[in-house]
């Protein structure tokens, strides 16, 4: 019997898994694509979510930004600046593949299944039949995403939100001229980014509007308002979980976690920090439970403060696309822009930049 199963090797089931294999655990860790896989994703890390990784992302850093550019919806544009990074730009195939070698490595098993048939719950263990195959162990994480199966299959009593982003590339000879970019000045509830990469620009959308769909016209006409010769490839498009800070992330021997949870801050759709911080809890859970507290409360617990920076969030989504003009007021004093720069890049929760001067 194995200690834990893991469906999913985004950041937050790779997160999990390193920590319970450093812990000392037998872990298994399942995706339904084969590694190095595409994922649609900015791969934007903020200094956060760059501190909790487990190993040296260095080499796999594409560009440290160091000035946010935002264009309010009317009105002129302004920066946020740091002397420290305020975003790594990375890659998410080649991100994904270093944080599941560096699992491997410290002794999960990962394999590929093509489908996960069912999930049966036992008093001592659970259960996961895939490809046809019986994988006992006495904990199971979901960690499959904003559709998680986990989450439907093991009678989870909630739904998350889901806010669909897109993205795309556009090659350009000198992406060290761009800025990092956040354009809130087209018309619909969401924003547009750019990301300078090392040799192209990453553009996209975000829809604030859960459920709905955005259409790639939208964000090709983006492209061609603003950087008219260049051609825009690789459209990527999926959903981010949000909306989970109000719901309990853990149940008996089944925890959900990063999008699969709902668990993505939906302000900006920021998930990378969030999956690979509630990762570790679950594994952290997992390493402290006992005869008196099953995984599940303890994860719960553990995801007190996360939820409740979540709930801040969620709070500065209706102010933000609602009221965007007393937003972007608040946000044009330059103190405040210092405090949020600087809150930033020292990786601070929003609860500590708001609240601590
Ligand atoms: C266009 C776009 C841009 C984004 N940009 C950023 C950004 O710049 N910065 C940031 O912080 N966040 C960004 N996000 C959000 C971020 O990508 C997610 O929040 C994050 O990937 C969630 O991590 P996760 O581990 O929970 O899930 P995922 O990364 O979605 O990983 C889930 C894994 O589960 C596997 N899986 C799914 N179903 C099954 C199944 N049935 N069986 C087996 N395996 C399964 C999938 O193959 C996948 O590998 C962006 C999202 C999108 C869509």
């Known amino acids: 019997m194995l200690d834990a199963v893991i469906i999913g090797a985004g950041p937050a089931g790779a997160g999990a898994a390193f920590d319970l294999a450093a812990g000392g655990r037998r872990v298994l860790l399942v995706d339904r694509k084969k590694f190095p896989r595409e994922k649609a994703c900015a791969g934007g890390i903020t200094p956060r979510a760059f501190s909790l990784f487990r190993f040296d992302l260095t080499g796999f850093v594409l560009r440290k930004c160091r000035t946010l550019k935002i264009r309010p919806p009317r009105g002129r544009s302004f920066r946020l600046k740091s002397p420290a990074p305020l975003c790594y730009m990375t890659r998410r195939r080649d991100l994904d ?92 509830k969401g924003y547009y980014w750019v990301f300078p990469r090392d040799d192209h620009l990453n553009i996209g959308i975000y829809s ?96 007190k403060i996360i939820r409740r920076d979540l709930m801040l969030y969620s709070l500065g989504k209706i102010f933000l696309y609602r009221f965007p003009s007393v937003f972007f007021k608040f946000l044009s004093f330059p103190l405040i822009q210092q405090r949020f720069a600087r809150g930033y890049a020292r990786g601070d929760s929003l609860m500590k930049i708001l609240t601590h001067p």
């Open 97 to 188: 593949l270093l944080a599941l070698n560096k699992a491997v490595e410290k002794g999960a098993i990962f394999r590929g299944v093509k489908k996960i048939q069912s999930i049966k719950r036992f008093p001592n263990h659970v259960e996961v039949l895939a490809d046809g195959r019986r994988i006992r162990a006495l904990y199971l994480i979901g960690a499959d995403g904003a559709n998680s199966l986990v989450r439907r299959i093991c009678g989870f009593d909630f739904r998350i939100m889901k806010n669909p982003a897109l993205e795309a590339e556009i090659p350009v000879d000198r992406p060290k001229d761009h800025e990092m970019e956040f354009d809130f000045s087209m018309p619909g």
């Open 208 to 303: 604030a509007l859960p459920g709905k769909g955005v259409k790639l016209q939208l964000l090709s006409d983006y492209a061609s308002i603003r950087f008219p010769e260049a051609k825009i490839n690789s459209f990527k498009g999926y959903p981010i979980g949000t909306g989970g800070y109000c719901r309990r992330p853990g149940q008996g021997r089944v925890l959900l976690a990063g999008d699969a949870a709902g668990l993505a801050e939906p302000c900006f759709g920021e998930g990378i920090y969030f999956a690979l911080k509630s990762g570790q809890a679950a594994a952290r859970a997992i390493l402290d439970c006992g005869p008196i507290k099953t995984p599940g409360t303890l994860y719960n617990q553990y995801m």
